[in-house]
């Protein structure tokens, strides 16, 4: 059975033993203050203008600037990032000091693949509301398009015996054991896609679950279209103002939005694409995937004594938090079990949260937890429910696109869909939100906002 481990606001252990205050503290109110992102870019088979640090300090320095505090007054940073580059190991303190934020800042980095931006945004949350910190900056950054390629291990056994030839004779009998073939590099992003337990691409998981739960090559695609166009509307309307700031490259390139979006695209168009992962017969192509892509995110997380110190403005309140397991091979539907565990919890349907951001790895993945919610067996045996949860209103997920449209940074997705469901609940005056995603490997995280 999956397991799950939760971080409600209301659930408060305590060591009767120890009898310190510590352990008899309330847990505290955690309030989201302020966030940016930068725009996020699509790779586009060459390395990007940015590292994952730039990315981070690109959308960091304006985010800071518009605070009424000094960058030295936070107690903490941290940063989700997967694929960390050797010359930026850390990129959570290394951000911190290129941001200005002093040499006495603590600051440190944590990847759960796809869950890594939101990771940082729940240990955040548990350092505050537990009362070990008053002001943290949390955030991801990933820049994709900087996977390195990798030398087969072959190839690194070759090199090493050349390197320990001991004399000219060793020397010679190591170069005339070199085969070109050796050096072919291995793409390291597409080894970090695919699971090392189940052997399988997370394309192919999302293959799984279509046949699983019947979602065919046209359902896909008419959802990968909507969230092009919901995204592309969102940048008409002004929607990302501020939420959204400008990446410049050192010599001079301006990125103010993000480009992955085609907002003239449709099912006849996509339904040309021939399937990427279990051909010729898959249902999931380039155009219903999300795009490999750089970007960064931040949030600005707070007491309320902070708030308070400080006159801070806050957005929104970090009401609970749930991270669950299952079988990799079906990792798609993590946002089932996060999130149901959340609405149990607070006694609420579905449609009881005014909006849903689940994240979009795949449109047969999102469309897929949509249909197991209605299923009565999985509800059933997955989630322990008597009943299923019904039907998720179509209206209240994604409004704005998703990672289809704009691409999936995996260090940074988590943290871009928390700050992105604040700002779309103060846009349309709501009141409660779920931000939630799958992760590879068999995971999942959800959170549970309420804005103020």
């Not at 949260?353 to 059933?380: G, K, M, Y």
Request: charged fraction near 20%; glycine fraction near 8%.
């Amino acid at each position: 059975m999956p397991r799950r481990s939760s971080n409600s606001e209301t659930v408060q252990s305590t060591n009767q033993a120890s009898g310190t205050d510590k352990s008899a503290r309330s847990p505290r109110l955690v309030y989201i203050v302020d966030g940016a992102r930068t725009p996020f870019i699509k790779a586009r088979g060459q390395p990007g203008p940015f590292t994952p640090v730039d990315l981070a300090v690109q959308c960091g320095r304006p985010l800071l600037l518009r605070q009424p505090i000094p960058a030295s007054a936070f107690d903490l940073v941290i940063l989700g990032c997967v694929n960390v580059l050797p010359e930026e190991m850390n990129p959570a303190r290394v951000a911190a000091l290129r941001l200005g934020m002093g040499e006495a800042m603590p600051a440190f980095t944590v990847q759960i693949n796809c869950g890594s931006g939101m990771q940082s945004i729940d240990t955040a949350y548990k350092y505050i509301r537990d009362g070990h910190s008053d002001l943290i900056l949390a955030g991801g950054a990933e820049a994709l398009s900087k996977a390195p390629m990798m030398l087969t291990e072959e190839a690194a056994r070759w090199l090493a015996g050349l390197n320990s030839a001991s004399s000219p004779q060793d020397y010679a009998r190591q170069l005339a054991q070199f085969s070109p073939s050796q050096f072919k590099p291995e793409i390291s992003l597409a080894k970090g896609l695919t699971d090392p337990i189940v052997g399988l691409s997370m394309g192919q998981t999302a293959e799984v679950l279509a046949q699983q739960f019947n979602i065919t090559r046209q359902a896909a695609d008419e959802y990968a279209v909507s969230s092009h166009q919901r995204l592309a509307k969102a940048q008409r309307e002004g929607w990302l103002d501020g939420e959204v700031v400008p990446a410049v490259t050192s010599d001079g390139t301006l990125y103010t939005q993000d480009d992955g979006v085609r907002a003239d695209t449709s099912v006849d168009a996509l339904a040309k694409l021939k399937p990427a992962f279990e051909p010729p017969y898959g249902q999931v192509t380039p155009g219903n995937s999300s795009q490999i892509t750089d970007g960064a995110s931040w949030l600005i997380l707070a007491s309320e004594e902070a708030v308070e110190k400080y006159g801070l403005e806050p957005l929104a309140i970090i009401k609970d938090s749930e991270w669950s397991a299952l079988d990799p091979k079906i990792m798609g539907l993590g946002p089932t079990l996060s999130a149901t565990e959340i609405l149990k919890r607070h006694n609420s349907g579905l449609n009881d949260i005014d909006l849903w951001e689940i994240n979009e790895a795949f449109a047969a993945q999102v469309l897929a937890c949509t249909s197991a919610w209605e299923d009565p067996e999985f509800c059933r045996v997955a989630l322990g429910l008597d009943e299923p949860m019904g039907c998720l209103d179509p209206e209240r997920l994604n409004v704005d696109g998703g990672a289809i449209a704009l691409g999936h940074p995996v260090g940074t997705s988590g943290n871009r869909i928390v700050l992105h469901l604040v700002n779309a609940l103060r846009r349309k005056k709501l009141k409660r939100g779920i931000a939630t995603e799958c992760i590879g490997g068999g995971q999942s995280g959800a959170i549970l906002i309420e804005t103020v």
